[in-house]
Nanobody, 112 residues
Framework: QGALVESGGGLVQAGGSLRLSCVAS????????MRWYRQAPGKEREHVAS????????DYAIFVEGRFTISRDNVQRTLYLQMANLKPEDTAVYFC?????RGQGTQVTVSS
C-alpha cells in the first residue's frame, strides 16, 4: 500500500511564494504521472499541474498563468510545486496524487 505525504503549505501574503513537497512511498514513484490538485471550501476539486514519469513533460491549469512550477526528483521520490506571486484565490488544500491514491493535503492560505 503506497502513501503520499504533502508538506510546505502555510499562510502567506499576496505576492508571496511557497514550495510544496509530496513524498511518496510504497510504489514505484518513477513509473507514475504525478499531479497536484487543490480544493477550496465550497468548491470542486481542480487540477493544478501534472508531470510525466520522467519529468520531461508538464501541464498546467490555465489559472496558473506561469506562476507555478511542478517538478519531481525520482531518486528522492518527491514531487514539488513551486508557487510564486500567490493570490488570495489560490487559497485551498493542495494535494498530490498518482491517480490511484492521494495524500491528506496541505493547506495554503493567501492573505490580501
Amino acid at each position: 500500500q503506497g502513501a503520499l505525504v504533502e508538506s510546505g503549505g502555510g499562510l502567506v501574503q499576496a505576492g508571496g511564494s511557497l514550495r510544496l513537497s509530496c513524498v511518496a512511498s510504497g510504489f514505484t514513484f518513477s513509473n507514475f504521472v504525478m499531479r497536484w490538485y487543490r480544493q477550496a471550501p465550497g468548491k470542486e476539486r481542480e487540477h493544478v499541474a501534472s508531470i510525466s514519469p520522467s519529468g520531461t513533460s508538464v501541464d498546467y491549469a490555465i489559472f496558473v498563468e506561469g506562476r507555478f512550477t511542478i517538478s519531481r526528483d525520482n531518486v528522492q521520490r518527491t514531487l514539488y510545486l513551486q508557487m510564486a506571486n500567490l493570490k488570495p484565490e489560490d487559497t485551498a488544500v493542495y494535494f498530490c496524487t498518482n491517480d490511484k491514491q492521494r495524500g491528506q493535503g496541505t493547506q495554503v492560505t493567501v492573505s490580501s
